[in-house]
T-cell receptor
Framework: DVKVTQSSRYLVKRTGEKVFLECVQD?????MFWYRQDPGLGLRLIYF???????EKGDIPEGYSVSREKKERFSLILESASTNQTSMYLC?????????????FGAGTRLSVL | AQKVTQAQTEISVVEKEDVTLDCVYE???????LFWYKQPPSGELVFLIR??????QNEISGRYSWNFQKSTSSFNFTITASQVVDSAVYFC???????????FGTGTSLTVIP
């Protein structure tokens, strides 16, 4: 079974802090994604990566950056956390070819910025 | 541009009732894939089904069934004889063959009352 692991289930940070959200997948997937989930807005794509060191902006990249130094790990970085970044963050991965067609998700990180 | 609409924000049913969750999508691509995911209170999105645009055959899996109609751009999900364990948020999603991005609807929160 594919496993996508997010390092923290809950995080509480202060405004202005630099925040790292980590995601690791164990299926050698090429594609990895970061979403944020807010009530009434569904899942919105922040960034995705289709290979090591490669990234593309999603729909709401402002205030975020990402890092993919190794294939299995995709990090989301909030350079200076703000209260409007309080949200649930979900990481996902997919393979290529037919395996591109199913996204596997982590359990999510609920971030509160105070 | 791609878009997925789930007009039902919240639905409540009494246990053993049937319930249908609606999903309408928009795309100009001719090859695309449609998905349903379940998000229980634990937070992790669980893949339920994938359909490609060339396969309009309806599918049944136990108490779950899916109705895909290209003529109305809909991919509806029916739960027969609902159970309390079906209480969750359900997301419909779309991916076009030319891209990596998944487009999610805003989700339908289903509550099954015992």
């Amino acid at each position: 079974d594919v496993k996508v692991t997010q390092s923290s289930r809950y995080l509480v940070k202060r405004t202005g802090e630099k925040v790292f959200l980590e995601c690791v997948q164990d299926m050698d997937h090429e594609n990895m994604f970061w979403y944020r989930q807010d009530p009434g807005l569904g899942l919105r794509l922040i960034y995705f990566s289709y290979d090591v060191k490669m990234k593309e902006k999603g729909d709401i990249p402002e205030g975020y950056s990402v890092s993919r130094e190794k294939k299995e790990r995709f990090s989301l970085i909030l350079e200076s956390a703000s209260t409007n970044q309080t949200s649930m963050y979900l990481c996902a991965s997919t393979g290529v070819g037919v395996a591109k067609n199913i996204q596997y998700f982590g359990a999510g990180t609920r971030l509160s910025v105070l | 541009a791609q878009k997925v609409t789930q007009a039902q924000t919240e639905i409540s049913v009494v246990e053993k009732e049937d319930v249908t969750l609606d999903c309408v999508y928009e795309t100009r691509d001719t090859t695309y894939y449609l998905f349903w995911y379940k998000q229980p209170p634990s937070g992790e999105l669980v893949f339920l089904i994938r359909r490609n645009s060339f396969d309009e055959q309806n599918e049944i899996s136990g108490r779950y069934s899916w109705n895909f109609q290209k003529s109305t751009s809909s991919f509806n999900f029916t739960i027969t004889a609902s159970q309390v364990v079906d209480s969750a948020v359900y997301f419909c999603a779309l991916r076009v063959n030319t891209g990596n991005q998944f487009y999610f609807g805003t989700g339908t929160s289903l509550t099954v009352i015992p």
